[in-house]
């Protein structure tokens, strides 16, 4: 009986070791930051998270190609509606230059932008241990103002999250879940929680990748549309011990996806010199683009369903190179 309760008290030890917290998940600390070069202008992030707020005003005339119209802030540290703590983090809707009405990105991955594809790329991640199942996070949302009729319209917020994992010597997304967020009534926070679907859980995953944003549709923004994001968690399950074989170590081909979610076009940057295809697949095994891969190539994606699609990259004589998933979003 002894025995038993040692190794009953051992068990739950190992499950407790694969507990692992989300970095600043009640938005308590922040930093604040000026932009070089502009009129002082204080920019304010959650550690450990990262905003579009410094490159719209720092590089965005520039890499972004506009006329030099104002950029706006659109992430702020809220004290009135939080739900826990001191803060809450407040994003924004709001009009940058020539971009038109651009929502608020909010990540914990860093945030850079590609002059080469007009736009935003994200990189890293928080590092884990174990393989997320869920991440959930309390929001208020506020839809903006509908600009044609000057009243408030309708419009919802995202949260995304992606497991990031290496197959062979390539970082791939091996799982992602998406929540759109509807509106609210009130300013009481209410939990939603995003589900990860994976398209394998044979390698352990690193590095999980949130992020939101202040309206899901970009072509479809209303200014001033808000959210607010307090105390976020997770779920998540032991990672598999990392493989070792000969297939693994041959998926060497480095093709980069973005953006991921896309909604329009799906930039795919690959080795010219090799011959590759990408296909995409339904989550049901549904065949529905298939494409070269020559060095910068684009896909289509205006027409298919929002969702989650798998792909896979193979070389001239059909040797699968890289997989993984991307979302589409409208």
Same mark, same amino acid.
């Given at each position: 009986? *002894?025995?038993?309760?040692?190794? !009953?008290?051992?068990?739950?030890?190992?499950?407790?070791?694969?507990?692992?917290?989300?970095?600043?998940?009640?938005?308590?600390?922040?930093?604040?930051?000026?932009?070089?070069?502009?009129?002082?202008?204080?920019?304010?992030?959650? *550690?450990?998270?990262?905003?579009?707020?410094?490159?719209?005003?720092?590089?965005?005339?520039?890499?972004?190609?506009?006329?030099?119209?104002?950029?706006?802030?659109?992430?702020?540290?809220?004290?009135?509606? *939080?739900?826990?703590?001191?803060?809450?983090?407040? !994003?924004?809707?709001?009009?940058?230059?020539? !971009?038109?009405?651009?929502?608020?990105?909010?990540?914990?991955?860093?945030?850079?932008?590609?002059?080469?594809?007009?736009?935003?790329?994200?990189?890293?991640?928080?590092?884990?241990?174990?393989?997320?199942?869920?991440?959930?996070?309390?929001?208020?949302?506020?839809?903006?103002?509908?600009?044609?009729?000057?009243?408030?319209?309708?419009?919802?917020?995202?949260?995304?999250?992606?497991?990031?994992?290496?197959?062979?010597?390539?970082?791939?997304?091996?799982?992602?879940?998406?929540?759109?967020?509807?509106?609210?009534?009130?300013?009481?926070?209410?939990?939603?929680?995003?589900?990860?679907?994976?398209?394998?859980?044979?390698?352990?995953?690193?590095?999980?990748?949130?992020?939101?944003?202040?309206?899901?549709?970009?072509?479809?923004?209303?200014?001033?549309?808000?959210?607010?994001?307090?105390?976020?968690?997770?779920?998540?399950?032991?990672?598999?011990?990392?493989?070792?074989?000969?297939?693994?170590?041959?998926?060497?081909?480095?093709?980069?996806?973005?953006?991921?979610?896309?909604?329009?076009?799906?930039?795919?940057?690959?080795?010219?010199?090799?011959?590759?295809?990408?296909?995409?697949?339904?989550? =049901?095994?549904?065949?529905?683009?298939?494409?070269?891969?020559?060095?910068?190539? *684009?896909?289509?994606?205006? =027409?298919?369903?929002?969702?989650?699609?798998?792909?896979?990259?193979?070389?001239?004589?059909?040797?699968?190179?890289?997989?993984?998933?991307?979302?589409?979003?409208?």
């Amino acid at each position: 009986m *002894k025995k038993a309760i040692i190794f !009953l008290m051992g068990l739950f030890a190992s499950v407790l070791s694969q507990a692992q917290s989300i970095d600043n998940a009640g938005m308590e600390d922040w930093r604040t930051t000026s932009v070089f070069g502009l009129p002082p202008t204080s920019i304010q992030t959650p *550690k450990m998270w990262f905003c579009t707020d410094s490159l719209a005003l720092a590089v965005g005339p520039f890499a972004l190609d506009t006329s030099g119209a104002p950029f706006n802030r659109q992430i702020f540290r809220e004290s009135s509606i *939080k739900r826990t703590g001191s803060y809450a983090a407040k !994003l924004m809707t709001a009009m940058e230059g020539d !971009l038109g009405y651009f929502p608020g990105f909010l990540s914990n991955a860093k945030i850079s932008v590609d002059p080469t594809a007009m736009g935003i790329t994200f990189d890293g991640g928080q590092a884990v241990t174990v393989q997320p199942n869920t991440v959930s996070a309390w929001v208020v949302y506020k839809p903006g103002i509908d600009t044609t009729t000057d009243t408030i319209g309708y419009d919802e917020g995202l949260m995304t999250v992606m497991a990031i994992a290496t197959i062979g010597v390539v970082d791939s997304m091996v799982g992602v879940g998406f929540v759109n967020i509807t509106p609210s009534d009130t300013d009481t926070f209410s939990q939603v929680t995003a589900t990860l679907s994976y398209t394998t859980t044979d390698y352990p995953v690193h590095t999980l990748r949130i992020l939101f944003a202040s309206s899901a549709d970009p072509s479809a923004a209303l200014d001033s549309s808000t959210l607010y994001v307090d105390d976020l968690s997770m779920t998540s399950s032991p990672n598999p011990p990392p493989p070792v074989s000969v297939a693994d170590l041959a998926m060497t081909e480095v093709v980069r996806l973005f953006p991921n979610p896309a909604h329009g076009e799906l930039n795919i940057r690959g080795d010219e010199r090799r011959k590759l295809t990408m296909n995409l697949i339904t989550s =049901t095994g549904q065949l529905v683009k298939s494409t070269p891969v020559t060095g910068n190539s *684009k896909i289509d994606v205006s =027409t298919l369903a929002s969702g989650v699609y798998l792909y896979s990259i193979t070389d001239a004589t059909g040797r699968k190179t890289q997989d993984g998933s991307v979302t589409v979003t409208h």
